[in-house]
């Protein structure tokens, strides 16, 4: 297990040097000077066991482990693992084989959200026999999943009917929630349904996440969304609330959580996580962190993304991240990630 020497921060691409991002520091609002160096046409799809996971317009997936997250240095050194391609080319289309006279017929424009979320199972350089990169294909609607140095190509699991939202591995096993809030596990030789009931709601449902609580729980959390256009700022997007729920295991049921303590949760599509507040000076309890998820960036009417500490007892918006609005432009396709890091930063 990795041990947390901060609460979590955004990786966020730089306004400066067009291949690097940045750390955001939430609790200080402020950005830090090491700096990750990743090529411009990598997206970020998930952060788990201390690597992030990146894939490019060849739908390639790679492994970064971010080491050197030391005082006094500028930039972050990493250690890589190239994974084969998700999506063989010539699906949507061949980059260096496209016979198109149109410039925009060379790209897709759906690559950048072609892998919708990705996990890990285990570190793949200390627990290389365990360990299993697992996607949720957007464009497809499969599950695809891979081996690290075993496998030369993905397994594929066909989901078109269930349009999975967020994926989790839970005690050896993997979760996965669709679009109408059914929990499903897999034991990566068949699925079986856990939940068939689904949680209805009067209110439109934007998100859907599953996380780990502090204490063992598995949580699922529902994020209510407005959306909106105006012909001055286009399409606009607000969270209104988040609603929380425990599985009961034993009763197959999901069960409302009206608090969490003193336990905060870090959201987004990309990676999510939950810390216990107290162990970090400043972090809210019994509060939500979350960014805006992988839908087109636009602006709040106020100039701001819709990223905020949400308030679980008074069931408000405290405040949104005041982070440099030259920022979100380079969002577009590059949406921030949460990531736990475990070395000095300072």
């Not at 020497?5 to 067009?18: G, N, Q, T, V």
């Not at 520091?25 to 788990?48: A, M, T």
């Not at 424009?109 to 996607?135: G, H, K, Q, W």
Request: aromatic share 14%; hydrophobic share 35%; net charge negative.
């Amino acid at each position: 297990m990795l041990r947390h020497h901060h609460a979590p921060m955004l990786f966020i691409p730089s306004e400066e040097e067009e291949c690097t991002w940045i750390i955001y520091d939430i609790i200080n609002n402020k950005c830090l000077e090491s700096k990750l160096e990743v090529p411009h046409n990598k997206r970020f799809c998930g952060s788990s066991e201390g690597w992030l996971v990146a894939t490019d317009i060849n739908y390639e997936v790679s492994l970064y482990k971010p080491y050197s997250f030391l005082k006094g240095e500028k930039s972050v050194e990493n250690i890589s693992i190239q994974l084969p391609s998700i999506c063989p080319k010539g699906i949507f289309y061949d980059s260096e084989n496209n016979d198109s006279d149109s410039d925009d017929d060379l790209e897709d424009p759906n690559f950048d959200f072609y892998i919708y979320r990705t996990i890990i199972t285990a570190d793949p350089l200390e627990n290389s026999d365990d360990c299993r990169v697992i996607a949720i294909i957007r464009g497809s609607f499969e599950l695809a999943l891979i081996k690290p140095g075993k496998n030369t190509s993905w397994t594929k699991i066909d989901a078109r009917r269930l349009q999975f939202r967020d994926i989790l591995y839970y005690n050896d096993q993997l979760y996965d929630i669709d679009i109408e809030g059914r929990l499903m596990s897999f034991d990566f030789r068949d699925w079986k349904y856990i939940i068939s009931t689904k949680l209805r709601t009067s209110d439109f449902i934007g998100r859907r996440y599953l996380v780990k609580s502090y204490y063992g729980d598995l949580l699922q959390v529902e994020r209510h969304i407005e959306f909106w256009y105006n012909e001055i700022n286009g399409h606009q997007r607000a969270t209104k609330k988040f609603k929380i729920f425990k599985l009961d295991f034993e009763n197959q049921k999901w069960v409302e959580v009206r608090s969490l303590g003193d336990s905060t949760l870090f959201l987004s599509d990309n990676s999510s996580i939950c810390v216990l507040a107290s162990n970090f000076v400043g972090c809210q309890p019994n509060c939500i962190y979350f960014t805006h998820d992988d839908d087109t960036i636009s602006s709040h009417p106020n100039g701001l993304l819709d990223s905020g500490i949400y308030n679980v007892e008074t069931k408000s918006v405290l405040f949104h991240f005041s982070m440099d609005s030259t920022i979100f432009a380079k969002m577009s396709g590059r949406p921030p990630i949460w990531v736990v890091p475990t070395l000095n930063l300072y």
